[in-house]
């Protein structure tokens, strides 16, 4: 019986690009891995205009118009942080193109959630004061990465819509970051590893695993792969 290849589909989180994801994709490559990594409205090297709405709906839509318009199929959506918003909103319109969900320390929601209600307090605050320059982009939080973009702050304020054509897939997985003390995502990760249905793994690292342990997120993600049925 021939196999068909999957191809991963990586999305980034707040403030990043898919050049995040370069460790992964020479990796996988390597591996005879097909993979893409998009960076989402918003958050490209030339900065849209400030007037330019752009919400969680905006991402979701974005992503669903490229799998559709290049024919993408047996996806394995990967998603890092606030993008796990994103993804679940893309599976839930087109479940029939996705084989897999990967939750690289990412956000796992259910209809009516936003990001910021499952967020924890340290990030709302995060928000509210990078978005006080002019109340429509969160700017960047320390760190010394120029690449980083201002993030739309509608993204992280609207309510995900879904009708539960999400709940299709199958293949569900969380990998949980446990090397840095802020992270929001304790409560999802003790929840989901006692939960049927899902792979849960565990890297110690801080939450940026694209570039403090490729090797380890490559290897797990492939080991992912091969679970998954």
Same mark, same amino acid.
């Given at each position: 019986? *021939?196999?068909?290849?999957? /191809? @991963? %589909?990586?999305? $980034? ?9 370069? &460790? %992964?994709?020479?990796?996988?490559? #390597?591996?005879?891995?097909?993979? %893409?990594?998009? /960076? ?7 900065? @849209? ?5 752009? =919400? ?10 490229? #799998? ?7 996806i394995i959506l990967c998603g890092h942080s606030y993008a796990g918003m994103v993804i679940t909103g893309v599976a839930? !319109?087109? $479940?029939?193109?996705?084989?897999? #969900? ?6 796992? &929601? *259910?209809?009516?959630? +936003? ?26 939080? $320390? ?6 973009? &201002? ?7 609207? =309510? ?10 199958h293949n569900r997985a969380f990998i949980y970051l446990s090397g840095w003390d802020e992270t929001p995502f304790l409560?999802?990760?003790?929840? #989901?590893?006692? +939960? ?8 110690? +690292? %801080?939450? =940026?695993?694209?570039?403090?342990? &490729? ?7 492939? !080991?992912?792969? =091969?679970?998954? /049925?």
């Open positions: 019986m *021939k196999v068909i290849q999957k /191809t @991963y %589909i990586f999305l $980034p989180g707040a403030w990043h690009g898919a050049w995040v994801y370069d &460790p %992964i994709i020479k990796r996988l490559k #390597l591996l005879g891995k097909k993979c %893409i990594a998009i /960076t989402l409205p918003g958050l490209e090297s030339k900065q @849209y205009k400030e007037s330019q709405l752009i =919400n969680l709906e905006t991402h979701i839509q974005f992503v669903v118009d490229f #799998l559709n318009q290049n024919n993408i199929t047996d839930d !319109k087109i $479940p029939e193109k996705i084989y897999g #969900l990967v939750y690289i320390d990412a956000y796992v &929601p *259910k209809n009516g959630d +936003s990001c910021w209600n499952l967020t924890s307090d340290a990030y709302r605050n995060l928000f509210v004061k990078g978005a006080g320059e002019n109340g429509i982009t969160v700017g960047n939080p $320390p760190g010394k990465d120029r690449r980083r973009r &201002p993030h739309p702050l509608a993204t992280f304020m609207q =309510n995900l819509h879904l009708k539960g054509d999400y709940k299709k897939i409560k999802q990760y003790e929840k #989901l590893k006692k +939960s049927k249905g899902w792979h849960v793994e565990t890297i110690h +690292s %801080i939450h =940026n695993v694209m570039k403090e342990k &490729p090797d380890q997120l490559t290897d797990i993600l492939c !080991k992912l792969e =091969n679970k998954f /049925t």
